[in-house]
Every structure is written in structure tokens, then in C-alpha cells.
């Protein structure tokens, strides 16, 4: 199903984790969330939409190598097609709603199924994906908002896309435009 963790990459998860359990940002992250759902819904053709979250929400909880954190709105049904980070390693938690996260590894897609049950195992809520790994997400018939976590800032965090006409070729963006 889906790649094991090490220790360390454990314990970031389990720290991201305890982060998104403090009662002070259920609050913040769903009122984020609802704004970003209204902003993808004012764009029917998007796939996506998202804002980021800002640091010091989450009061010093988050390990020192998070540099920034964002809530994505995954439209109902949506494929989003692969896109990776060059210059950050992601880490992403199912906040409300479910869908397959799929991660290029050893030449195919692998499935990661996840859940926003609070109660369910981490492999169930949470994947990380390393720099420069192929992701998308496949979102089922209900819209997906999910809580992502950058180690680089916001302003930096480089998303890459291939090219549809030319496979040998990619296009980059910034996620936060300046």
C-alpha cells in the first residue's frame, strides 16, 4: 500500500499530529477551510484551491524544519494530476472528508487511502512525500479539504508540473504569488 516511515520521519508525523489536535486550531483551520471551499467554488473550472495557515497559529508546536502550512480544497470527483516539489518535503493530513493520495514509487502509482477520523491509525490519516516525488490526489464525490505541511515558506514552496505536450519537460509555479 503505501511507504513505511522511519523513526524520525514517525516522530515529525506524530508531532504534526499532536499540532492539529490542540482544541486553540480547530477553530482557525475550519474557518480557513470554509473560506477556501467558498474560493473554490467561485472557480468551476479549479481542481483545487487553497490558503495558507500562518505559523504562529499553531504557538511553537511544530517541528523546527515546518516552515510553512496550508489547507487544500480537493474538488468532488477531481483527479489533480501529478505535480511534485523540488524544494520541499510535504507532509499531509486528511482534515475533512477522504480520498486516495497517490505517490509515484518504484515506477507506479501507489494508493494511499486516507481518512479525517481522528481515531484511525496515522498510516490512515497522514502521507508524506519526499522532495521531488511525483503526487495527486484522486477525490471522490465529496470535496476533500486536507492540511499540508512545507519545509520551505510559503512565498518559496515551488510546484512542478509535466508538460502535457512534451513528457521530457516540466512547469514550475510559486504557490503564493508575492
Not at 497517490?102 to 501507489?110: I, N
Amino acid at each position: 500500500m503505501g511507504m513505511s516511515w522511519n523513526p524520525e520521519e514517525r516522530e515529525i508525523l506524530e508531532a504534526l499530529d499532536t499540532a492539529l489536535r490542540d482544541p486553540a486550531i480547530f477553530p482557525v483551520l475550519d474557518s480557513i477551510a470554509s473560506r477556501v471551499v467558498q474560493n473554490l467554488q467561485r472557480d468551476p473550472s479549479a481542481l483545487l484551491a487553497w490558503d495558507t495557515v500562518p505559523r504562529h497559529l499553531y504557538q511553537g508546536q511544530l517541528p523546527q524544519m515546518i516552515l510553512s502550512s496550508w489547507v487544500f480544497v480537493l474538488r468532488a470527483g477531481a483527479i489533480t494530476g501529478a505535480e511534485r516539489h523540488p524544494n520541499s518535503h510535504q507532509r499531509m493530513m486528511s482534515w475533512r472528508g477522504n480520498g486516495d493520495f497517490q505517490v509515484w514509487y518504484q515506477d507506479k502509482w501507489r494508493s494511499h487511502c486516507l481518512l479525517s477520523d481522528p481515531d484511525a491509525a496515522l498510516e490512515r490519516r497522514w502521507v508524506s512525500i519526499p522532495v521531488n516525488v511525483w503526487h495527486q490526489a484522486v477525490v471522490p464525490a465529496s470535496d476533500w479539504v486536507v492540511v499540508s505541511f512545507h519545509t520551505v515558506p510559503a512565498e518559496e514552496l515551488i510546484e512542478e508540473r509535466p508538460d502535457p505536450a512534451d513528457e521530457g519537460k516540466t512547469h514550475q509555479r510559486l504557490y503564493v504569488f508575492m
